[in-house]
């Protein structure tokens, strides 16, 4: 059984606990039942992450994390009202708040852009593919420019990949 972790306004046994991950630091937060009914946790109308951390809550943030200079031109939503409720307004306030979210990304996720997964035994097919666009390229343009040898050469290696068996569930030999 683990360790009983305290309120930390009336050290009552704590049963809300709270993390919020601010300029690379970790803040936790432990209330029982009533004091985080009496700071307004139960009502999601009354209750913000970014209250709770304020300096004065006496629970966290040195300095508030808001950059209110960032607001949607559309709707009107600033970073602080995004970090108050965590939802965004309308669909332009993924590129409005931009500076404010590509830093976020950054930090729970290996990177800012979505790269998708592909299977590995699926790698290999997508390699070839992508390798056979490129020389259909290469030889329209040389074709274009009349370099005809080039373009024989890249004839003849599109017809050897797509030739050669595909690795993969989509191209069975």
């Known amino acids: 059984m683990g360790e009983l972790i305290h309120c930390q306004v009336c050290q009552e046994a704590a049963t809300v606990h709270l993390t919020q991950i601010a300029n690379n630091k970790i803040h936790k937060v432990h209330l029982c039942e009533n004091c985080a009914q009496s700071k307004g946790m139960t009502d999601p109308d009354l209750f913000s992450l970014e209250d709770l951390f304020s300096p004065t809550s006496g629970f966290g943030l040195e300095e508030s994390t808001a950059d209110n200079s960032i607001v949607c031109k ?6 602080r009202d995004f970090k108050r409720h965590g ?10 708040l931009n500076p404010l979210i590509l ?20 790698i290999d097919s997508l390699q070839v593919s992508k390798r056979v666009r490129d020389l259909e390229e290469e030889l329209s343009t040389a074709v274009k420019e009349e370099r005809y040898e080039e373009a024989a050469a890249y004839r003849d290696e599109i017809e050897k990949l797509k030739a050669s068996p595909q690795k993969g569930p989509d191209h069975e030999a």
């Open 87 to 96: 939802r965004f307004g309308c669909p332009d306030c993924y590129e409005y």
């Open 74 to 79: 559309r709707c009107g939503l600033s970073s």
């Open 103 to 122: 830093p976020m990304l950054a930090n729970m996720h290996k990177s800012d852009s979505h790269k998708g997964k592909i299977p590995h035994r699926s």
